[in-house]
């Protein structure tokens, strides 16, 4: 039988005991007293044979409710995007999934590169002048940028509007626990951020403004605005965007964004269950040296050719300990690979092309559930992302949609109670003109 890894035998067992001077695996547990060991059996099943687990663990995968077999209109952070076929390609080999931090540049030239080009492609997209080299996700992100503006600005507020994605909204609430910082939340208002409201909250002690760009309702903010109220009181303006939306909308750097971050997920990186993701950090270059992770810059060898390193390393993990600006001295080097691989394949115009369709296709099925007399809430500009009022509890809707091979949108009542009956739809370019019908179709049978 072909082994996935090599098994070990008795002879290893008695091999490896005696190095270690051991006659037995009990006797390496000798230093716990016998009264506080266990010795019962463990409430497990009975070990299988390969061949036997492989069928029981397959046949538990069968159930759940993958993209393959079910029509997807669930968003929320993670998407149903177009994966560029050679992102699996290169990802695959050995040299990159194998890898892990670049510290040695002669050797680890291709991984250096990879990061560079993926740094370069989101300077480009946030229109920032310095992106690193990724974070672990959106969420953690979103909270490092708040402490690197308490940090920068010595404040002790950070406002952040309810139309950011609640999930990143708890990470950041974690990380102000630690940092004893004040997190206020603006209330929203038609979907948007409430501008009236943050116009009275920011004052001299807020260290930063945070909002999502599409919003987690789908909306657009209105940057040039809240830009305005944040830098009249010095604070740092800093929004967490979608990658794939600024193909169409207009980068944050061009309103005058501090701090830009988001998630990579929409380039090249499977739903997975929600994860691994990969976190975007990018900013002007006044913060170069305020970043946290790591950056990879291009430079020269002694012989004059093109090269990359890792570079600004008096950092968490060297030097510097005492004067950290993050505990976060890692980055997600495969997923940030798979997002650059995927967005070289697209190119420019590819990402202006998919994130065109992502715009049209979500503009089509609002007006499709309008003509079918489900009313679509918050209606005006949005990007992939929008809300229906139904007039039955979410969940058992999306529970008759899985009945049809259908994967409804979220609902929105688990992180806003107001928000009771109101489904938000995520329409990528992955739907079909057939399948955005069908989807009215079926939820308009429902909510008749």
């Known amino acids: 039988m072909k082994h996935r890894y090599l098994p070990m035998t008795e002879e290893d ?3 490896m005991l005696e190095t270690i001077g051991v006659s037995s695996i009990d006797e390496l547990f000798s230093d716990i007293p016998e009264k506080v060991r266990f010795k019962g059996e463990y409430n497990i099943k009975a070990a299988k044979s390969e061949t036997a ?7 538990m995968a069968s159930r759940n409710a993958d993209l393959k077999q079910n029509v997807s209109f669930l968003g929320a952070g993670v998407y ?4 560029p076929i050679i992102v699996d390609h290169v990802i695959s080999r050995s040299e990159f999934y194998t890898a ?3 510290y040695q540049p002669e050797i680890s030239q291709g991984e250096l590169q990879a990061i ?9 997209l946030t229109g920032m002048d310095v992106a690193n080299s990724s974070m672990y996700d959106g969420g953690t992100a979103l909270a490092e940028a708040a402490m690197l503006s308490a940090g920068h600005t010595k404040r002790k507020t950070i406002i952040v509007s309810c139309a950011v994605h609640p999930e990143y909204r708890d990470v950041l609430k974690t990380y102000a626990k630690g940092q004893n910082l004040d997190v206020v939340e603006v209330p929203i208002k038609e979907g948007v951020t409430d501008v009236a409201a943050l116009k009275g909250l920011v004052n001299s002690e807020v260290a930063a403004v945070i909002v999502q760009y599409p919003n987690f309702f789908g909306r657009i903010e209105p940057l040039k605005e809240i830009e305005k109220i944040s830098h009249e009181n010095k604070s740092m303006f800093v929004v967490s965007s979608n990658p794939l939306s600024l193909g169409v909308l207009t980068p944050p750097g061009k309103f005058g964004a501090d701090i830009v971050i988001g998630d990579a997920q929409p380039f090249g990186i499977p739903t997975a269950f929600g994860g691994p993701h990969c976190g975007y950090f990018a900013v002007t270059n006044k913060l170069l040296r305020k970043v ?4 990879v810059g291009q430079t020269t060898d002694d012989q004059g050719r093109r090269g990359f390193v890792l570079t600004l390393q008096a950092r968490e993990q060297h030097i510097r300990r005492d004067k950290a600006t993050s505990n976060i001295c890692s980055n997600q080097a495969l997923t940030a690979l798979a997002a650059a691989v995927a967005m070289t394949a697209l190119g420019k115009k590819g990402v202006r092309e998919m994130a065109a369709g992502n715009l049209q296709k979500a503009h089509y099925a609002k007006n499709t559930f309008k003509e079918a007399g489900i009313e679509v809430v918050y209606d005006g500009y949005s990007f992939n992302e929008f809300v229906v009022k139904l007039n039955k509890p979410v969940k058992e809707m999306n529970q008759r949609l899985l009945e049809k091979a259908i994967i409804g949108g979220y609902d929105l009542g688990r992180d806003y109670p107001e928000l009771k009956n109101l489904m938000l739809i995520a329409v990528t370019e992955q739907r079909s003109k057939e399948e955005i019908d069908n989807l009215v179709k079926e939820l308009g049978d429902l909510h008749a």
């Open 116 to 124: 560079f080009e993926f740094q370069t492609m989101i300077c480009e």
């Open 53 to 59: 687990l492989m069928k029981e663990l397959f046949k």
């Open 13 to 15: 067992k008695g091999a």
């Open 100 to 102: 892990y931090t670049p």
């Open 292 to 295: 946290p992770g790591r950056l």
């Open 80 to 83: 149903d995007h177009y994966m």
